[in-house]
Structure formats: C-alpha cells, structure tokens
C-alpha cells in the first residue's frame, strides 16, 4: 500500500525487490537514508513485517531504545545474554541512527552488536544522515570506522528524497478542498 507516486523518485524496483526477503537469506544489511518524513520507518516496517510474514523473528527498535536496553543489561549483569539475544535476532531493524550522538560507551555497545550480527543476520538501519555524515554519531573515529565499514559492506542502499508525507493540519485541509472540488467538478 506503499505510495510511490508521492515521491516519484523512490526506486520502486529496489524496495519491491527488497520485500522479497532475498536480503535475509543473504545476510545482507539495507540501510535507508533521508529527509524526515519520506518514509524510511514506514519501509523498514513494512520490510520487517514482509519478514515476519515468512517465519522470521523481527525486532524493530529506535537505536536509543536498543542502546538502552543494552545499557540496562549491563546494570543487570546480563550484558552478554542480551548482546547475544539481539546477535540471534533473524532481522533486526534499528530506527533513526545518528538522530543524536551516541553518548559514553554507546558507541561500543552499537559496534559490539553490529560486529556480532556481521555477516551472520541482517540488519536494517535508517537514518536522517546522509551516508557521509555517519561518523559523525561516533565519539571514537576508529570505532566509527570499523563500525561503520561492517554496517556497509555488501549493504543494499535506498536513498528516498523529496518532499515529507507528514502534512501541517493546513496542508490537509487544503488538499481535502482541492480532492473535493475535483469531485464535484
């Protein structure tokens, strides 16, 4: 139920082929770049619930939420039993990377789970950040870069533009009126 006429220059190919779930089987990453509001938590969700739909295990979590959940593991000496739990997961999604920077120790805990999932389960990982600008989530550079090194390789990329499908109330109305006009025309 996808509307690729909104924002025509979404590659509708790319994302149909992506709900084949191919990429699973492949342990490939898909990672989904752009403005707010083109729709890469929609196409991530609807990418998990494809999965889910064919017997995967899905887990969709905004990486503060992830990154809190590890955290609190730690608290709970279980650190490694939830690593390992989310390192399992058949299809992990992780919503907004880069929205904030990682504070103090989370940019190890991402890159102990990303090296855990590294060519064993795939990830899918969106961000408002433009592929470049990803280092800049890192407080250690080198972590970043090998971090960010696994996260790329052999990773399917969708870069969505254009203008964002959440409307001011105005907005709305106005298109409501214009729709309307149309009918009764």
């Not at 699973?24 to 729709?39: Q, R, Y």
């Not at 969700?45 to 593991?73: N, S």
């Not at 390192?87 to 992780?94: F, G, P, Q, S």
Request: aromatic share 8%.
């Amino acid at each position: 139920s996808f509307d690729f006429g909104y924002n025509p220059s979404i590659n509708k190919s790319q994302l149909l082929n992506l709900a084949t779930c191919r990429f699973i089987e492949e342990k490939a990453p898909v990672l989904i770049v752009g403005p707010c509001g083109t729709g890469k938590s929609h196409i991530a969700q609807a990418l998990g619930h494809a999965g889910a739909r064919r017997g995967y295990e899905v887990l969709f979590a905004p990486i503060g939420k992830l990154l809190g959940m590890l955290q609190a593991a730690k608290a709970t000496n279980s650190y490694d039993r939830k690593l390992a739990s989310l390192a399992k997961m058949d299809l992990l999604i992780i919503d907004d990377f880069g929205l904030k920077p990682f504070k103090t120790a989370e940019d190890e805990d991402f890159h102990d789970l990303i090296a855990e999932r590294y060519e064993r389960s795939p990830t899918i990982i969106t961000s408002n950040l433009d592929f470049p600008e990803w280092g800049e989530a890192f407080n250690n550079k080198l972590l970043g870069a090998a971090t960010l090194d696994r996260i790329r390789h052999g990773a399917y990329k969708v870069v969505l533009e254009g203008k964002s499908y959440r409307s001011s109330r105005e907005e709305a109305e106005i298109k409501n009126r214009v729709a309307g006009a149309g009918e009764n025309g």
